[in-house]
């Protein structure tokens, strides 16, 4: 069984330069969590002839599995091998909720698969296999922070990055965990078509990358949750500008929280994804101050978590 944890974007992966191949038209970074992952076990079997999956105790459900049996086609072919398997997989994340889901899911998938092969592959080639399902999976192959780089098919991959702070957190602010109802793909390509918008989005998201280096490195909470705050309303005023919408009147009313929590010198800031709900960057000494504010919203604290792992 291989558990593939969820990471969270600082600074946005946002439209495919390459459809098929899920190459990003920008690079990336993120932080990977400890309470939100997937689960999955991939077993193969001379005697089947089609792959049988499991879902959060579903099989082959003819929608969810779809998605699993064509990775698994390619994979196939990648690897050169003609084995059908058995695929159970339990996501302790709401799907398709804008909470990174798929990032954990095929992580997990693409790892468990080659596993299964008994084949010892990089996790830069895991990276790159995990991307082909899913874009963010590739930085869910790696734990705390890492990057997601452009280029080609291969050199496309996630890195890990050596940063060592063990007081940053996320707080995960469920709004609404219901399936979106636009998918990041179809928002991803409606976002693209805009040219003009979309080259100011590719430029911006380069000088935040640059910059977020710089504040990650000095552990600067301030500037780090500046700059993701500044990234995010860029990534959502395009996605908008499309006719398209994540955020409700609930996500608006936990932005208005956190900034009213600024003004009380709380250092809190939040960051979003495709779907309306919010997370809060913060360090270990204001989680209880948040928490506090917050109220009766749902939530969970999140800090580091590991890259994928055998359990």
């Not at 076990?41 to 879902?55: P, R």
């Not at 996500?251 to 956190?258: A, G, T």
């Not at 919010?278 to 969970?300: C, F, H, R, S």
Request: aromatic share 8%; proline share 2%.
């Amino acid at each position: 069984m291989i558990r593939a944890h969820v990471n969270f974007a600082l600074i946005k992966y946002w439209g495919k330069l390459n459809d098929e191949l899920r190459l990003p038209y920008q690079a990336s970074l993120s932080f990977t969590v400890d309470n939100l992952y997937t689960e999955t076990n991939v077993v193969y079997d001379d005697n089947l002839t089609n792959d049988i999956v499991t879902i959060n105790g579903v099989t082959n459900d003819p929608i969810m599995s779809k998605r699993v049996t064509k990775y698994m086609d390619l994979l196939r072919k990648e690897l050169n091998f003609n084995k059908y398997a058995d695929i159970t997989s339990t996501n302790y994340v709401p799907t398709a909720a804008g909470l990174a889901s798929s990032a954990s899911a095929f992580a997990a998938l693409s790892v468990a698969a080659v596993k299964g092969l008994n084949l010892d592959l990089s996790n830069s080639e895991l990276s790159r296999l995990a991307r082909l399902g899913s874009g963010s999976a590739s930085r869910s192959i790696f734990g705390g922070f890492s990057v997601w780089n452009t280029g080609d098919d291969k050199t496309s991959v996630a890195t890990p990055l050596n940063i060592n702070w063990p007081e940053f957190r996320i707080i995960v602010c469920f709004v609404d965990t219901n399936v979106k109802s636009h998918s990041s793909s179809v928002a991803m390509k409606e976002s693209v078509q805009n040219k003009e918008l979309y080259n100011v989005w590719v430029k911006e998201s380069k000088i935040d990358l640059d910059n977020m280096y710089q504040a990650l490195d000095k552990k600067d909470i301030d500037l780090v949750g500046s700059i993701a705050e500044k990234n995010a309303n860029h990534m959502h005023d395009l996605v908008e500008s499309t006719g398209i919408t994540y955020k409700t009147k609930e996500s608006h009313d936990v932005i208005d929280k956190i900034h009213n929590m600024r003004q009380q010198g709380i250092k809190a800031y939040y960051t979003m994804d495709a779907g309306p709900n919010v997370k809060i960057i913060t360090v270990a000494n204001q989680v209880d101050l948040i928490l506090e504010k917050l109220g009766n919203i749902e939530t969970l604290v999140c800090k580091q978590g590991p890259g994928v792992t055998i359990i």
